[in-house]
């Protein structure tokens, strides 16, 4: 499974070269080893800035579910360090 997520995550960074594809950031909960702010998601944030720039990333609050990672406007609010500032 972990070699499927490695080939699916390679498949989205590729998609950057088109310019009209963009990404949703949501539910990190779901996805993050770690409790809030998920600190070991910082590498993969950054990645998807690198590749697509901030312009193409945004950010979804997963509404209501975010209230099971932490609370509504979590997020919104408070972006983890030491993630890009170009995030916040």
Same mark, same amino acid.
């Given at each position: 499974? @972990?070699a499927d997520d490695e080939?699916?995550?390679? @498949?989205?960074? @590729?998609?950057?070269? $088109?310019?009209?594809?963009?990404?949703?950031? !949501? @539910?990190?909960?779901?996805?993050?080893a770690a409790p809030w702010? $998920?600190? &070991?998601? *910082?590498?993969?944030?950054? +990645?998807?800035? =690198? +590749?697509? #720039?901030? *312009?193409?990333?945004?950010? #979804? !609050? &997963? %509404?209501? %579910?975010?209230?099971? #990672? #932490? *609370?509504? %406007? =979590?997020? *919104?609010?408070?972006?983890?360090?030491?993630?890009?500032?170009?995030? +916040?």
């Amino acid at each position: 499974a @972990a070699a499927d997520d490695e080939a699916s995550w390679a @498949a989205l960074l @590729a998609l950057a070269r $088109h310019p009209k594809v963009c990404v949703k950031l !949501s @539910a990190m909960f779901r996805v993050s080893a770690a409790p809030w702010p $998920h600190p &070991d998601l *910082g590498p993969r944030v950054r +990645a998807l800035l =690198q +590749a697509y #720039g901030s *312009g193409r990333l945004m950010w #979804g !609050s &997963d %509404w209501p %579910w975010v209230t099971v #990672g #932490g *609370g509504p %406007w =979590q997020w *919104g609010r408070h972006p983890p360090e030491p993630w890009p500032t170009a995030m +916040a």
